[in-house]
């Protein structure tokens, strides 16, 4: 399973941007880059995934690299309940398509 | 609501015991995963089936195992039961839209004393 590399933890302020990074230099072609995050208690939620395009949807922008070694998971105002752990997984198209989480990064938001 | 639904939410068992996971999976979907949650140990993927039939194996003991029903739900045994089982465990499903997004339960809180 090819490998991502995040920052243990992150910290920000209510209604600012948020950029969480991730390292994934041993990406296949066809491996989605998937970001899910867990809330404390509770199981991990999809926030978004891409393939090589940048993406956006409710919750989040994805910006992926041109070599797509690494991406950025984006919150655009973030708000007390974005605290959370964040996970960047890489998940094969075929296959089993299991997800392997990682560490994560514990996001912190100050009021 | 993520759709997939596991009880029970908390269980207390004793060393050596045996117990049993369930999971229902999203309406439809046909991929099951087992997920173990320790404090020290993070997410560990443990096994998936799909359609009945096993998919993969992770870092699944031995004194685990699992299976998926003809009505799709899947349940989790875990026996011999030592202290260091206590965890949370997931079960997540999988459909057939774009990027086929797993979907997680809330989780069994597993207690061993």
């Known amino acids: 399973d090819a490998k991502t590399t995040q920052p243990n933890s992150m910290e920000s302020n209510e209604e600012e941007p948020v950029h969480l990074p991730c390292n994934h230099s041993t990406i296949s072609g066809t491996d989605y880059i998937h970001w899910y995050r867990q809330l404390p208690s509770q199981g991990p939620e999809y926030v978004i995934h891409g393939l090589t395009s940048n993406v956006n949807n409710r919750m989040a922008s994805l910006a992926i690299a041109e070599d797509r070694k690494s991406s950025t998971l984006i919150l655009h105002r973030a708000t007390l309940r974005d605290a959370a752990v964040y996970y960047c997984?890489?998940?094969?198209?075929?296959?089993?398509?299991?997800?392997?989480f990682g560490q994560g990064t514990r996001l912190t938001i100050n009021p | 609501d993520s759709g997939v639904t596991q009880t029970p939410k908390h269980l207390i068992t004793a060393t050596g015991q045996r117990v049993t996971l369930r999971c229902s999976p999203r309406s439809g979907d046909l991929s099951v995963y087992w997920y173990q949650q320790s404090l020290d140990q993070g997410l560990q993927f443990l096994i998936q089936?799909?359609?009945?039939?096993?998919?993969a194996k992770g870092n699944i003991l031995e004194r685990f195992s699992a299976q998926q029903f003809p009505d799709l739900h899947s349940e989790l045994n875990l026996s011999s039961l030592e202290l260091g089982d206590s965890a949370l465990y997931f079960c997540?499903?999988?459909?057939?839209?774009?990027?086929?997004?797993?979907?997680f339960g809330e989780g069994s809180w597993l207690t061993v004393v």
């Open positions: 997984i890489l998940r094969a198209a075929q296959g089993a398509q299991k997800l392997v």
């Open positions: 089936y799909y359609n009945g039939e096993e998919r």
């Open positions: 997540a499903s999988t459909g057939t839209d774009s990027g086929n997004t797993i979907y």
